[in-house]
């Protein structure tokens, strides 16, 4: 039996188009035989997404899951918006995000899974491209935990539950009333859907960011011919701002539109008892990223009657 390499694998995947576990299992099925191999997924339908790979897909379903102190989100995309609308694939998305709490963000950990019924999530992913007729892929996972308080979760424009276009999940840590602190916490992440902060607060924020920010709007300030110290001043108050465009807890909650999200999360912990911090947040958007081929309906058809 010839050995299986990783540089035979990537030889099988190049070849096939199939994924990294599923070309293993054929290799180790085939004795370490490339052609073979080729023949085995061929035969198990697995070889068509090679066809598929190099097409577009940025439709799909975002999913989430959330229990207790931990939540899980992933992204699964497909071709066609019709695709994400079908049984078979919400259920997929929605066992798969089930799958990534034990993945703890990693995806090549989540693509080898095992899948409910047998198999990797990699290799069922792969008999749905065959089945199906389009690319598909899981593009990304991510994963919060708290050691005390909650991990809430919210979907924007839900197809099915925990399933949609945009999911966000949001970890608390406090020791007050969890039922309560998840009410905030699901308001929160309806805040996440809507605003897309970058960050929690501006400790957060990448340091290259802020530099660049500042420089910025240093050059903006001395355009106005003011004093240096002035113009110091007009620099402080505008990365303020800034930080109230793109820092979570500087924003002002949409829930109330009052409120900045800091005073809220301050206010609950008082009600609650206990103090409240947000101790971090995940947003998926659908496709965000994803550079989509633009194509002319009409140019396409008149070519295929051509």
Same mark, same amino acid.
């Given at each position: 039996?010839? %050995?299986?390499?990783?540089?035979?694998?990537?030889?099988?995947?190049?070849?096939? /188009? !199939?994924?990294?576990?599923?070309?293993?299992?054929?290799?180790?099925?085939?004795?370490?035989?490339? =052609?073979?191999?080729?023949?085995?997924?061929?035969?198990?339908?697995?070889?068509?997404?090679?066809?598929?790979?190099?097409?577009?897909?940025?439709?799909?379903?975002?999913?989430?899951?959330?229990?207790?102190?931990?939540?899980?989100?992933?992204?699964?995309?497909?071709?066609?918006?019709?695709?994400?609308?079908?049984? !078979?694939?919400?259920?997929?998305?929605?066992?798969?995000?089930?799958?990534?709490?034990?993945?703890?963000?990693?995806?090549? #950990?989540?693509?080898?899974?095992?899948?409910?019924? /047998? /198999?990797?999530?990699?290799?069922?992913?792969? @008999?749905?491209?065959? #089945?199906?007729?389009?690319?598909?892929?899981?593009?990304?996972?991510?994963?919060?935990?708290? +050691?005390?308080?909650?991990?809430?979760?919210?979907?924007?424009?839900?197809?099915?539950?925990?399933?949609?276009?945009? /999911?966000?999940?949001?970890?608390?840590?406090?020791?007050?009333?969890?039922?309560?602190?998840?009410?905030?916490?699901?308001?929160?992440?309806?805040?996440? !859907?809507?605003?897309?902060?970058?960050?929690?607060?501006?400790?957060?924020?990448?340091?290259?960011?802020?530099?660049? %920010?500042?420089n910025i709007l240093g050059?903006?300030?001395?355009? +106005?011919?003011?004093? %240096?110290?002035?113009?110091? &001043?007009?620099?402080?108050?505008?990365?303020? &701002?800034?930080? =109230?465009?793109?820092?979570?807890?500087?924003?002002?909650?949409?829930?109330?539109?009052?409120?900045?999200?800091?005073?809220?999360? %301050?206010?609950a912990g008082t009600d609650?008892?206990?103090?409240? #911090?947000?101790?971090?947040?995940?947003?998926?958007?659908?496709? @965000?990223?994803?550079?989509?081929?633009?194509?002319?309906?009409?140019?396409?058809?008149?070519?295929?009657?051509?």
């Amino acid at each position: 039996m010839a %050995e299986i390499t990783a540089a035979l694998v990537k030889d099988l995947r190049e070849k096939t /188009g !199939a994924g990294m576990m599923v070309c293993k299992k054929a290799l180790t099925e085939t004795a370490g035989d490339l =052609e073979g191999a080729v023949d085995w997924l061929r035969k198990k339908g697995l070889a068509a997404a090679a066809k598929k790979a190099g097409r577009v897909a940025a439709e799909g379903l975002v999913g989430t899951a959330a229990e207790g102190t931990r939540g899980a989100i992933v992204e699964v995309n497909s071709e066609t918006d019709f695709v994400a609308r079908n049984d !078979a694939f919400q259920g997929f998305v929605g066992t798969v995000a089930n799958l990534a709490m034990g993945a703890g963000g990693d995806v090549d #950990k989540l693509n080898a899974a095992g899948y409910p019924g /047998g /198999g990797t999530v990699a290799e069922q992913l792969n @008999e749905m491209i065959a #089945k199906v007729g389009e690319n598909m892929g899981l593009r990304r996972t991510g994963y919060l935990e708290v +050691s005390t308080g909650v991990v809430a979760q919210y979907v924007h424009n839900q197809v099915a539950p925990a399933l949609g276009k945009i /999911g966000v999940l949001t970890a608390l840590e406090s020791t007050g009333d969890a039922a309560k602190l998840a009410v905030l916490g699901r308001q929160l992440a309806m805040h996440v !859907a809507a605003t897309n902060p970058q960050a929690v607060d501006s400790a957060d924020l990448d340091p290259a960011l802020v530099e660049r %920010e500042r420089n910025i709007l240093g050059e903006q300030a001395r355009a +106005s011919g003011k004093p %240096e110290n002035v113009i110091e &001043k007009m620099i402080e108050g505008r990365l303020r &701002k800034f930080y =109230e465009e793109v820092c979570l807890l500087d924003q002002t909650f949409v829930i109330d539109g009052e409120r900045k999200v800091r005073q809220a999360v %301050e206010q609950a912990g008082t009600d609650l008892g206990a103090p409240v #911090k947000v101790a971090g947040f995940l947003r998926f958007q659908l496709g @965000e990223g994803i550079e989509r081929q633009e194509s002319d309906f009409a140019a396409e058809v008149a070519a295929q009657l051509a």
